[in-house]
């Protein structure tokens, strides 16, 4: 046990070299010629990280997915909330709110299209629609879960509604927030790239669609690899935050 | 008291319900009819696409690439998954990477896909499959993490054969972590199917999506969108059932 860890990064680089490894003798040996790997996609990672096109793509899919987190966490955290602190709103929201989120929401883009047309908007609508349910939906487990005590203790000084929700409601229920946060973020990459795809704006989606057509397929992997790269980005900076603002909660509930 | 409660809590829902098709209703009828369409106009659609026997031929189609997808990933990542969960060294190597792809926004290979393996019906199985393996391997070998190393000393120090082992430790302890792997498959394979009629050959449910979507056959969209919907609530729902079934079993929660 012991020496298995003390030797674990020589274990894991061992299994990356394996991987990547299997990966280059299996399309070398089996794959048309234009087929990605690894020595061919660090061979066009400079040209493609410097080229003007790319870094476009990749700006204009972030700001669409910041964009489109934003609104959704701003509108999911108060549905969410007004579904865990008011009963009445929960039972009216309930089964739109569980039944939308367990929609897989690619279905979602033609009708997206006929009413946002064949625009950027139509793009921030879907990341917005993907990531507002699992926000909403975390934040009303939240909102149900704040200790009673708290409550009490509150109405018993005569707090405000807007201390009840935003004082103890909201900051009770953080780390459920970033649950959903982070189920939101996965979410919300797909609905860019696949909305991306569906109405061929400018984006890392339509960069990897467009390259791959025209069979350049290393720029178009080192695409993926930037979106890859925003996931686990963005999944670090959450639990960074968790662990710095909130270091009494260890991981979330997923 | 517990039964008033209950008509309370029922008469709310009912409210929801007819609350929400009233809205549809009248927002349909008010809108462009290329735009929207009314709740009636579309349960009538839906009839019509029942009767004809296009809903069922077409829903058979996704359920069978449904299957075929998530069948093979079930198989292979399973087997795949509890040999890692043995075999520590490799899990050690693999699980950073397996970690990331899964991560990784899948969809994202499609073009890939598309352009090395064109049009053919297993290029569709490959994308759901892709879609479902990443899940149930990466919480199954979270599965084995967790299994805690003295369980399987004190096995080996009665002496317990590798059979034995496998029975009494390392299948109960990841396989309720494999059961979560199983319905966030569920989720996304749904996901696949779709984005896999949509942009590779057209078929099933997706192709019924675009081709309403492009003749402004708003009901029979609307009508689709809401199959589509009830088959996600349906899915999810066995996958949590299949879930709690285990994770109660373990006397484990959330």
Same mark, same amino acid.
């Not at chain 2, 990542?77 to 693999?94: E, N, Q």
């Given at each position: ?254 | ?89 490799? @899990? ?152 709690? @079934? ?9």
């Amino acid at each position: 046990m012991k020496r298995i860890s003390s030797s674990t990064p020589l274990i894991k680089l061992a299994g990356g070299v394996l991987v990547l490894g299997a990966w280059e003798v299996v399309v070398r040996l089996f794959a048309p010629a234009y087929v990605a790997r690894p020595t061919s996609i660090v061979r066009a990672l400079p040209q493609a990280l410097s080229s003007a096109g790319m870094l476009a793509a990749a700006g204009a899919t972030l700001r669409a997915v910041v964009a489109g987190l934003l609104i959704a966490v701003v509108s999911g955290t108060l549905v969410g909330l007004a579904m865990g602190r008011i009963k009445a709103v929960d039972r009216l929201l309930k089964l739109y709110v569980n039944g939308l989120y367990a929609m897989p929401m690619v279905a979602i883009l033609p009708l997206i299209t006929i009413w946002f047309g064949y625009s950027s908007a139509a793009r921030l609508a879907t990341v917005v629609f993907a990531a507002f349910f699992p926000i909403a939906m975390n934040a009303s487990d939240g909102a149900r879960s704040v200790p009673a005590e708290y409550l009490e203790v509150a109405r018993a000084c005569r707090a405000r509604w807007t201390d009840v929700w935003f004082g103890i409601t909201l900051p009770s229920s953080l780390p459920y927030l970033l649950a959903g946060l982070r189920l939101a973020i996965g979410r919300a990459l797909v609905g860019a790239v696949v909305a991306e795809f569906f109405i061929s704006i400018d984006g890392l989606g339509y960069f990897i669609l467009f390259q791959s057509r025209t069979f350049h397929h290393d720029a178009a992997f080192v695409a993926v690899l930037l979106l890859a790269g925003f996931a686990v980005g963005m999944d670090a900076l959450i639990g960074w935050v968790t662990r710095r603002h909130l270091p009494w909660y260890r991981t979330a509930a997923a | 008291m517990n039964t008033e409660a209950r008509k309370v809590r029922w008469a709310t829902y009912a409210v929801s319900v007819l609350g929400g098709a009233a809205l549809w209703e009248l927002a349909g009828r008010r809108a462009n009819a290329a735009v929207a369409a009314p709740l009636s106009a579309t349960l009538l659609r839906l009839w019509e696409m029942i009767e004809t026997g296009e809903l069922s031929a077409s829903l058979g189609g996704s359920l069978a690439l449904f299957v075929a997808g998530f069948g093979i990933a079930l198989f292979t990542a399973l087997p795949f998954g509890l040999l890692l969960s043995r075999a520590r060294v490799l @899990r050690v190597a693999l699980s950073d990477y397996i970690l990331l792809v899964n991560a990784m926004p899948m969809v994202a290979l499609i073009p890939f896909i598309l352009s090395i393996f064109g049009l053919e019906l297993g290029a569709k199985v490959l994308v759901v499959f892709l879609f479902c393996f990443f899940p149930i391997l990466y919480n199954t070998i979270e599965g084995a993490d967790s299994v805690r190393p003295e369980l399987i000393e004190v096995a080996r120090s009665y002496r317990s054969g590798e059979w034995a082992i496998w029975r009494d430790v390392m299948l109960p302890g990841t396989f309720p972590y494999a059961m979560t792997g199983v319905r966030q498959a569920i989720g996304r394979g749904l996901v696949g199917v779709v984005a896999a009629e949509f942009f590779l050959s057209a078929s099933g449910i997706g192709q019924v999506l675009m081709t309403s979507g492009r003749n402004f056959d708003t009901a029979g969209l609307l009508a689709t969108v809401l199959v589509i919907t009830f088959l996600g609530v349906a899915l999810m729902g066995l996958g949590r059932a299949l879930e709690n @079934r285990f994770t109660a079993w373990r006397g484990l929660s959330g």
